[in-house]
């Protein structure tokens, strides 16, 4: 099965378990299922609860919210994550505080995915990673999927949460088999840890490999789920005893991810490194924009810099 | 009949028992009693005009106090009163109904949650920052939930969300208000929402409360063309009053509500009406003359010359507010 399944086939089976719940996005009817595929079928499935909206981002978020706080629970699909800057004030200062802001009096049931990231060629303002900017956002959950986990069970426990929740999708990774946790590398005395997510999960794997291969790196990998609030403890599990850790992300460098990751490990690892995006827009050549992505090369030689300060 | 119940977070009361609400007295100051009275804080037993004027009076005597509480230090933050506007909240919420109707309030929403709730304690303890407040002190004044009354200090984001509660509750007859102010005209949400009420056909009453004004900015410097004129090319149809009159306003509101309820389609119902107070506290720029106009709408005096027995109902309002500021302040700070 392929990510956009795994996705699916979980809209699918919340569909048909919660007759209340309504899917929201812009151009997500059949025969077209959305920009990327991932609400194929529903709308035909469950006619009156698929809605294509007009091209909103803030009210159909807004909109989400004030369904979801009464009782019908919300999907909502941002054709690109990119367009997440448009709902930023419903997000921030309307779903993820309603709650805490109304002393418990009411629940926000509503999950907003958002498939982000480059690769595509798609330029400037549609291949961003704008998550950072949506973690630390008391009352919002931010998860990141990826094909190592099982994205469909992510989604599932996002809904049986009943709070608000960001899922970062990524626009590659959707056509890419799930192959599950047991795929990471994970050797028993790693030299290296990767603590990555989303979508450079797959190039971190590939770094891994060939670090084991070709320098004898025994590197683990660590695809962190959840962004924010950001699993401290988790991660620290994670890296163990390892001494040091490369932080990868896609995003724009700085107050993110790596950032984090950093936080989490003070006086914990020995050395340190971050990989990031670039500090100026993606730009739509493909090629420029691969090497300005984290990608296995990169990835690789950050790893082995580290390896070799001791 | 039982009087005394404590109502806040209590989701078992029916929201039909609201007539019987009674100012709830915190454990803490209980043994300040309200004065006795048979008469309910909303007055719902009694004719509309008496009920309007004590309602209206409630919330004039509120928000006064709110101001001199403010002046004397006693109170942190910020509040926006709405001294002068306060037909539109009693003439819009007594057209709905209570069990089931759903509002939607911007930072000037002290009236509304008055007109709906009677919930004068649990109101001046959450500005008070009480744990006794109506969200425990966590939202202060311009963030209040009760039942299905919300309200939000970020300028038209709540308009999207009442279109969306307001078609999760269409099934059950349900019709949702969002209350905005002329200078919210300018924020984008407004006409997604607009949009998207008309789409989807959300029963959602938008009412404009236009009092002229937004903060210290006048209407002419940054709202273009006609407020009363925007929804129609939404395919949403208009209601318009201008004047200051509560029984005037409930029955336009009445009309709109039963075209909300009755098609399932949204309506913009515009109100013209005067903010005699400040934007909140002490920030009025307006030269003295165009105050005296805003004066001269105030909708209480009117309406006190048509009660017979007015100087009783401002002394039951008074007695109220007395009781539930000293209630509020015998109640413990609220802190995490
Ligand atoms: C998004 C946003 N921008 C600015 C403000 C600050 N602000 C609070 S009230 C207000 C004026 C609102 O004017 P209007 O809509 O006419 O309502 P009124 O105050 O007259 O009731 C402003 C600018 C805010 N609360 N939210």
Known sequence: ?310 | MTKERAIRKDETVLASSLAELQIVTSSAARNLTLAPTERGLLGFELPAAVRFYQQMMLIRLVEERLLDLFSQGLLFGTTHTSIGQEANAVGVINALDRDRDIVWSNHRCHGHFIAYSGEVEGLIAEIMGRVTGICGGRGGSQHLCFRNFHSNGIQGGIAPVAVGSALARKDEGAVAVVFLGDGTMGEGAVYESLNLASVFAAPVVFVIEDNEIAQTTPKHLTVSGSIVARAEPFGVRTFAYDGNDPIAIYELAQEAVGYVRAESRPCWLYLRTERIGPHSKGDDTRPAERLEQARARDPIPPMRRRVANADEIDAYCLNVVDRAVESAAAAALARG
Request: glycine share 10%; charged share 20%; aromatic share 6%.
């Open chain 1, 1 to 310: 099965m392929r990510v956009v399944e795994s996705i699916n086939r979980a809209l699918h089976d919340l569909m048909g378990a919660d007759l209340r719940l309504v899917i929201l996005g812009e151009d997500v009817l059949d025969p077209y299922g959305g920009a990327f595929k991932v609400t194929k079928g529903l709308s035909s499935a469950y006619k009156d609860r698929v809605w294509t909206t007009p091209i909103s981002e803030g009210g159909i978020v807004g909109m989400a919210a004030g369904m979801a706080i009464k009782g019908r629970p919300v999907i909502v699909e941002l054709m690109f994550g990119d367009f997440i800057a448009l709902a930023a004030d419903q997000i921030i200062n309307h779903v993820a505080k309603f709650r805490w802001m109304y002393n418990d009096q009411v629940e926000v049931p509503v999950i907003i995915r958002a498939p982000m990231g480059g690769r595509r060629g798609y330029g400037p303002t549609h291949s961003q990673s704008l998550e950072k900017h949506f973690c630390g956002v008391p009352g919002l959950t931010v998860l990141a999927t990826h094909e190592y986990a099982d994205p469909g069970t992510l989604l599932h426990r996002a809904f049986a949460s009943r709070s608000p929740h960001l899922i970062i999708e990524n626009k590659v990774m959707y056509s890419r088999p799930v192959l599950g946790p047991d795929a990471l590398p994970r050797p028993a005395d790693a030299d290296v840890v990767i603590l990555t997510y989303g979508g450079c999960v797959e190039h971190a794997v590939a770094a891994a490999k060939k670090l084991a291969q070709e320098e004898e790196i025994a590197t683990t990998v660590v695809a962190v789920e959840q962004l924010s609030p950001f699993p401290g403890d988790e991660v620290r599990s994670q890296v163990g005893n390892c001494t040091r850790v490369v932080a990868v992300e896609e995003g724009s460098p700085g107050w993110g991810f790596a950032s984090e990751c950093a936080r989490a490990l003070i006086g914990r690892v020995r050395h340190f490194s971050a990989l990031t995006g670039p500090d100026h827009p993606i730009p739509s050549s493909r090629d420029w924009e691969d090497d300005l992505l984290p990608g296995v090369n990169a990835i690789q030689a950050a790893c082995i810099e580290l390896f070799q300060k001791g």
